[in-house]
């Protein structure tokens, strides 16, 4: 009879698992705080709330696709997200710097399409292989 090994936990595995445990907190900081939230950033309270569910369903499935995708794909993805995420915010923070008030909507919507892009593309990654005995 043929066994399916379960891959080991690692280090990775854990942050893959933390950094998707991280998206979901912030999801729900975004939902149960958007009008104070949104007033602070300059971007309405649907973007807050659109952005935490985004940051919800991303946070979501990349927990639950730790066991079934490999973490160099994870890694990879978490490099792309957070590069993105950075020169969002420093985009952001150039505009307000200029006067500009969409600043906050510019990054807000980064936190609404990344976690959905992320998801998407850790869906249609490849499965790991499972190793039987």
């Known amino acids: 009879m043929a066994q ?7 280090r990775q595995t854990v942050g893959a698992i933390a950094d998707g445990a ?5 999801a729900a900081v975004h939902i149960a705080g ?3 939230l949104g007033r602070l950033l300059g971007a309405p309270a649907w973007l ?3 952005s935490g569910v985004a940051l919800l369903i991303g946070g979501g499935v990349e927990i639950g ?18 590069s993105g995420w950075v020169l969002t915010a420093l985009a952001g923070l150039l505009m307000a ?4 008030s969409a600043g906050g909507e510019v990054w807000m919507g980064y936190q609404t399409a990344a976690p959905i892009a992320f998801a998407a593309l850790l869906i249609v990654a490849a499965p790991t292989q499972k190793t039987s005995v």
């Open 48 to 50: 807050m709330v659109v």
């Open 65 to 82: 696709y730790t066991r079934s995708r490999s973490m160099r794909t994870y890694t990879r993805l978490m490099i792309a997200y957070d």
């Open 97 to 100: 710097w200029q006067g500009s």
């Open 22 to 26: 991280f998206k979901v907190l912030l």
């Open 34 to 36: 958007a009008a104070p």
């Open 4 to 10: 399916v090994v379960a891959p080991r936990v690692t």
